[in-house]
């Protein structure tokens, strides 16, 4: 449901002509004079709702992506750390009408497969398919990202993902393809980014943010081979979906768990390591455990 804008709106943000300390936020800089147009721009509609003014707002700011959709998950995220940094307040959540965790469902009669290997010129033809909402092979691929990835499933902001089968029609593996992280000094420094430059870049990177090769298979060079394959088609897969291409593939391995060799042999570069913090530790004391960072040139310079 998308509201349209009242016709009281009388007030917009002021083009600022002064200098001074702005910041950021999501992609938006925003100054003294927008956070004090917002703040009693909220106060004027006290009914609305959290996600009532984040669409109301991207209305106003025309705030669109390339199809011309309204960005407001972005504009809740804005909305958010203005709060969290006490520049505005937000009306209190409406806990009554939350969604509930997604349920993913077990397929009927599900079974796991026995465990099975063989080489991989014995596969025959690999097929990397995308994903496409509501059929058959986007309820598998959710049902095995959720129960047989450690870190389940999670979809947020544009993404795409794929479902990889043998020549005998047999599910081999998973991938899912998302938002890039919003900051990583390894790979801004990698790609040549400044802190001004960043909002405008990230659109051309996409996260790989789950891997799962299922775990009844043992295919030496497998994984490897789809990463190879999904580099080959996920530029136009993206393009086709959100109106605008990509130019880096990037991924976080944990170095504890995992190795990377798969990404290595598909020509990932390893460019540093995270710090051991989360992006929801806000106030430094949260650790979490430090990832190797991964980047992929798909096309161009990219710098």
């Known amino acids: 449901m998308i509201f349209t804008i009242s016709l009281d709106y009388q007030i917009f943000p002021p083009k600022l002509h002064s200098v001074e300390a ?8 925003v100054g003294t004079e927008e956070i004090e147009w917002l703040r009693s721009w909220i106060l004027r509609y006290p009914q609305w709702s959290r996600k009532r003014i984040a669409r109301e707002l991207c209305a106003i700011w025309h705030w669109r992506d390339e199809r011309q959709r309204i960005k407001d998950f972005a504009a809740r995220s ?9 520049k505005i307040t937000l009306p209190a959540l409406r806990l009554a009408k939350r969604r ?10 599900w079974h796991a497969p026995r465990p099975w290997g063989s080489s991989f010129q014995q596969l025959g033809s690999v097929r990397v398919d995308l994903v496409q909402a509501g059929t058959a092979e986007a309820r598998q691929w959710a ?25 005998q029609g047999r599910d081999l593996a998973c991938l899912l393809f ?3 992280a919003w900051r990583c000094a390894p790979r801004d420094r990698e790609l040549g980014w400044s802190a001004v430059e960043r909002p405008a870049r990230l659109p051309e990177v996409a996260n790989n943010t789950r891997f799962l090769i299922l775990p009844w298979v043992e295919v030496p060079h497998l994984a490897s081979h789809l990463l190879g394959a999904v580099a080959r088609r996920i530029d136009a897969d993206w393009r086709e979906k959100y109106g605008h ?22 020509n990932w570069r390893c460019v ?16 979490v455990p430090i990832k190797d960072i991964y980047l992929y040139r798909l096309r161009g310079d990219g710098r």
């Open 22 to 29: 702005r910041q950021c936020i999501q992609g938006r800089w």
């Open 78 to 86: 804005f909305l958010l750390k203005l709060e969290q940094q006490g």
């Open 100 to 109: 509930g965790p997604r349920v993913v469902r077990e397929p009927a009669g």
């Open 143 to 167: 049902f095995y990202l959720d129960r047989y990835h450690y870190l389940g499933l999670r979809v947020v902001g544009e993404n795409v993902g794929y479902l990889a089968r043998d020549a």
């Open 178 to 180: 998302g938002a890039p």
């Open 245 to 266: 291409g990509l130019r880096w593939l990037e991924t976080f391995v944990e170095r504890d768990r995992f190795r990377g060799t798969c990404y290595r042999a598909a």
């Open 272 to 287: 540093g390591q995270t710090r051991g913090r989360s992006r929801q530790d806000r106030h430094h004391g949260l650790s």
